[in-house]
């Protein structure tokens, strides 16, 4: 079981949180504007990495509030945490 | 020491309280434990501990359990067990023991209390650091105390200090992410063999550590030659440790051995009475060291010794039981039996990697060592002791799991004891082209027993090394996975059983529902009455007539576990225009309208009744299922996306009970029920809410309806929602009030064509594959979907569209998740193309026969065109129709 640092609560189970995803997949502005191929990257394509990758998580069953992390895919070791629209910490990779 | 009396097969025995099961028998003589599983191959107890390949037994007494190694019991007075011939062997009886959970959050965990995990206590100890050491044997010191040396005092104290806590008898059963840790502690086993109430027996530790260290030490293994199984073969170390505690029914021996601890056991045995004929060591040369001191001490006890020499074969007596070794030269065909009853093999150490490689961390072949090793340092782990390749002394072992075989031979060296595989069986996968360990695992099932390979991965790994001339670890690697020894599942529950497996949620209606005796239908953890059946009713007739007592008269039914989200906040009709395919900013206040929610891919993922209670206030209810993800998924639009947005949403499912009254003489109740409010369709319409009393206490009344008839909701707060329930059926009883329940609810919608997200839909279907295009706004600039509709592929011709389906005879109910052909009927041969599929499927009081919604690839196209449905035992034919099949006009909601 993920032990994940909510930037609110601090370190807990993995049981407390759901899954949101990469994050930094803004939803686009115009999307009556983009093509099928661009629509479609956005809904179906993430970057899914071997190693460091910036997450979305869900707080669900504590602050009930959405953040982002960093994590690695490899080995689930957790980086820094970081609140929505708050400056990105650098890739602890 | 206490002698305790304890039965075995059926015979009485007596031993010293404490000592394992194993030593007992062979301190009363029994050498001969059992037959193999498959082979019926006499055998005997091969080993020290967990690592136990054939001395499997089912405890009867006290809690009982299959299938444990007699080598891991500790005797106690009136213990009762049967050898197992490799199969377990459940007690029939309910368990009536306790077992519980604990949770620990520590700095350090140290695995194993040998003297590299007491070490490794006392250097965090020393930092001020809190340190848990889960140990699997009943006392610490590890090898030293099969070794019958003290450990160093310094050491156990440790043990006792403030910031440490010490579990004897503690297995670490798995590995996870980030230092969480599974133990299970057996808390009573060893003190008698009673049934325990009070104190739990086994308990389950769930444990967070910054810092693992594993010091988990290693076991022996065997060398595979002919008749290498008998009774009298054993592993050295578990042969020397048995006979110096006076558990020896052995007069000669011979060691053979890899290593020098063949010769540390050999002089053991010596000193516990047993003639050592012969050490029969595999290296021809060796270093003046081991020269100078094991070779030199067993010289010393007139042990003779023959190098450059392995054992080749066994012979047994007539009862089976080891009579006399012969032994060989690689390169001689010289031979030489030698009379002995007991073979003490010390095949070389194999660490135990297990908890490393449930982390991932892959161990590594030690050249030196003979040995696969684990050296780890990380933040979250490391390896001490012989795990990480610190074997002490130097054992110099050879590289070297037995000797040449001849086809003969093979059939009879065995590579799994449990398993009964043997040599040959691994010459077959490697000559059927498998290299990896993996492959040649499930070709011949090594390493897939009770004791999960403990012994035999190495000497498996090896054998392959050996076949194809490459080092183990060029085979692949040893992946173990939890548990590391078999659990009872009544240690992993807990006190978490019957009615507390599951958290349970309930309205504030649900014991009304119980005592009406209607059977609970578990929605997600809701229970929710399935139907309210009438003394000797079936179910059939109770929903039936469930169903025409709404149609013709009225029903009420608890609909309090509807997801209920409170939405406030200026921007919250914007908000909602978003999240739904439909609009709502232009709701005027006191409305409800009913929402379908699509993910961004524009398939629908969950549908509700929305009410605008004030202009900036709104409800929002979801399916019973959904509620959650729902709010999450508002939650996350909000966050990470809108957040200049001003909506706050609060789950409020459990705090508002709902009561609908539905049928066409729902009208005549709701007047009783609330005498101030104007029920007339004129000033009170459909989807619109009123504030007033019902029953005497505050209610919202809404004009929603899931079945198509005139109904009302009766909101309340939770803690009225039993006394409206109980108001509206004595209110309503002249009436002919009926309690309906979840069938007979699905029963109605679906005659209208509702569909009920999750049962129509699988998270593939768009609201135009639904049907309801109608519910999909032209206005709106963008919605969460939107995009997604004109992709190619949602766009497309030919998918799957709701649509109702009648078979031919109406007496059928087609089985939901039935599949549709086209074209076809009984007559018609395969193939035959395979065009949809049954949604929901009832038996209908309205229509007076059965009826079905499926989803069928362009199926809208297809009304009535005839289908098949192929069943086991016969050909089901039918017609597409309307999804609809009751008042597709819409006229009966009004009343
Ligand atoms: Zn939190």
């Known amino acids: 079981m993920l032990h994940i640092p909510c930037p609110y609560c601090g370190p807990r189970d993995e049981t407390e949180f759901h899954y949101g995803s990469e994050a930094h997949v803004a939803y686009p502005e115009n999307s009556s504007n983009l093509t099928d191929e661009e629509w479609a990257k956005f809904v179906f394509i993430r970057s899914n990495p071997k190693g460091w990758m910036a997450e979305r998580w869900v707080h669900s069953a504590g602050c009930r509030r959405w953040f982002n992390v960093w994590r690695n895919t490899i080995n689930h070791e957790f980086g820094p945490s970081y609140k929505p629209f708050t400056q990105q910490p650098k890739s602890p990779a | 020491m206490s002698t305790v009396n304890f039965t075995f097969d059926g015979k009485q025995y007596s031993g010293e309280k404490g000592e394992s099961l194993a ?41 009982g359990e299959p299938l444990k190694p007699a080598t891991t019991i500790e005797l ?90 010490y579990l004897p008898r503690t297995t670490v059963q798995g590995m996870y992410d980030q230092g969480y840790s599974v133990a299970t502690e057996r808390r009573t086993d060893h003190l008698d063999s009673n049934v325990h109430t009070e104190m739990s027996r086994i308990r389950t530790w769930h444990v967070r550590a910054d810092h693992t260290v594993l010091a988990t030490g290693a076991f022996q293994r065997h060398l595979v030659f002919a008749n290498n199984d008998r009774p009298g073969i054993m592993l050295s170390h578990a042969a020397a440790t048995y006979v110096s505690n006076g558990a020896n029914p052995f007069n000669t021996a011979v060691v053979v051995t890899v290593d020098n601890q063949g010769y540390r056991d050999a002089i053991r045995l010596h000193k516990a009475g047993v003639k ?31 190098k450059g020499a392995t054992v080749v074969d066994t012979s047994a007596n007539l009862v089976g039981i080891l009579s006399s070794v012969t032994i060989g030269q690689a390169k001689s065909d010289l031979r030489e039996t030698i009379t002995a009853d007991l073979l003490a093999i010390s095949g070389g150490w194999t660490p135990v990697v297990h908890l490393a490689t449930f982390i991932g961390i892959k161990p590594t072949w030690s050249e030196k060592r003979a040995a696969f090793v684990v050296k780890h340092h990380s933040q979250f782990v490391s390896t001490t002791g012989m795990l990480a390749g610190d074997f002490g002394d130097d054992d110099e072992p050879a590289v070297f799991f037995g000797p040449k075989l001849t086809a003969e031979q093979g059939l009879v060296a065995f590579v799994d004891y449990q398993r009964d595989a043997t040599y040959r069986d691994f010459k077959r996968a490697i000559d059927a082209g498998m290299r990896s360990i993996e492959h040649v695992k499930r070709y011949t099932a090594i390493g897939t027993a009770h004791d999960q ?6 000497v498996t790994m090896g054998l392959i090394g050996q076949a194809i001339g490459k080092a183990p670890d060029e085979i692949g690697s040893l992946t173990f996975r939890p548990p590391y020894i078999s659990i009872p599942f009544a240690a992993l529950a807990g006190r978490d059983r019957g009615l507390l497996s599951d958290p349970e949620r309930t309205t504030p209606i649900h014991s009304w529902h119980v005592a009406s005796g209607a059977p609970m239908e578990d929605v997600g953890q809701w229970k929710r009455p399935w139907y309210f059946p009438k003394s000797g009713e079936t179910m059939h007739a109770a929903v039936l007539r469930e169903c025409a007592a709404v149609r013709e008269g009225v029903g009420v039914m608890d609909a309090s576990t ?29 409305m409800s309208r009913y929402g379908l929610m699509c993910g961004i891919d524009g398939m629908v993922f969950d549908d509700g009744v929305t009410t605008r209670i004030s202009e900036n206030h709104w409800l929002m209810t979801t399916t019973t299922g959904g509620a959650a993800k729902v709010l999450d998924w508002l939650e996350e639009w909000l966050q990470t996306e809108w957040p200049h947005l001003e909506v706050y949403c609060t789950s409020v499912t459990e705090q508002i009970s709902t009561v609908a009254i539905v049928g066409p003489k729902s009208r005549e109740l709701m007047k009783r029920l609330a005498p101030s409010l104007d029920v007339s369709n004129e000033s009170f319409a459909f989807m619109e809410n009123k504030h007033a009393d019902v029953a005497g206490v505050p209610a919202r009344v809404a004009r929603i309806s899931f079945s198509g008839e005139l109904a009302y909701e009766i909101n309340v707060p939770a803690i009225y929602g039993l006394h409206i329930w109980e108001s509206v059926m004595s209110q309503g009883a002249d009436l002919n009030i009926t309690p309906y329940g979840t069938e007979t609810m699905h029963v109605l919608r679906a005659e209208k064509g509702f569909v009920i997200v999750g049962q129509e839909t699988d998270g593939t279907q768009t609201p135009d594959d639904l049907d309801m295009n109608w519910i999909v706004s032209k206005k709106k600039d963008d919605f969460i979907g939107k995009r997604s509709f004109s992709r190619a592929d949602t766009a497309r011709e030919g998918r799957h569209q709701l649509v109702g389906i009648l078979a031919d005879d109406g007496s059928y109910v087609i089985p939901e998740g039935a599949y549709i052909v086209a074209g076809a009927d009984a007559n018609t041969p395969p193939p035959v193309k395979h065009i949809g599929y049954i949604t929901s499927s009832y038996d209908s009081a309205a229509l007076g026969r059965s009826f079905a919604l499926a989803l069928v690839a362009n199926g809208l196209a297809r009304k009535g065109e005839k289908i098949a449905i192929p069943m086991a035992d016969r050909v089901v034919t039918g017609v597409i129709t309307d999804s609809v099949f009751v008042d597709k006009e819409n006229t009966r909601r009004d009343g």
């Open chain 2, 276 to 306: 050592v004929a012969a050490v029969v060591d595999i290296r021809k040369k060796v270093s003046k060291a081991t020269k100078k001191s094991s070779r030199k001490a067993i010289e010393a006890l007139g042990i003779r010794l023959i």
């Open chain 2, 562 to 590: 509807l997801g209920k989200i409170d939405i406030q906040g200026k921007d919250a009709g914007q908000f909602l225009d978003m999240i739904y395919t439909n609009m709502f900013s232009t709701l005027k206040v006191g």
């Open chain 2, 76 to 165: 106690v007075e009136g213990l009762v067990v049967r050898s197992a011939q490799g199969v377990g062997d459940l007690p029939d009886t309910r368990d009536n023991s306790r077992y519980d959970k604990a949770n620990r959050h520590v700095d350090v965990l140290v695995v194993g209390a040998g003297t590299s995990g007491l070490e490794a206590a006392k250097k965090f100890s020393d930092q001020g650091k809190s340190v848990i050491v889960m140990d699997d044997k009943p006392a610490a010191g590890g090898h030293l105390t099969y070794l019958g040396q003290p450990v160093p005092a310094e050491l156990l104290a440790v043990l006792d200090r403030a910031n440490v806590t």
């Open chain 2, 23 to 63: 030593s007992a028998l062979l301190r009363n003589g029994v050498v001969y434990f059992t037959d193999s599983s498959y082979k019926d191959r006499p055998r005997g107890v091969m080993g020290l501990w967990v690592e136990e390949t054939n001395a499997l037994v089912n405890v009867d007494s006290g809690a």
């Open chain 2, 453 to 458: 390979g403990k012994t035999s991965g190495t």
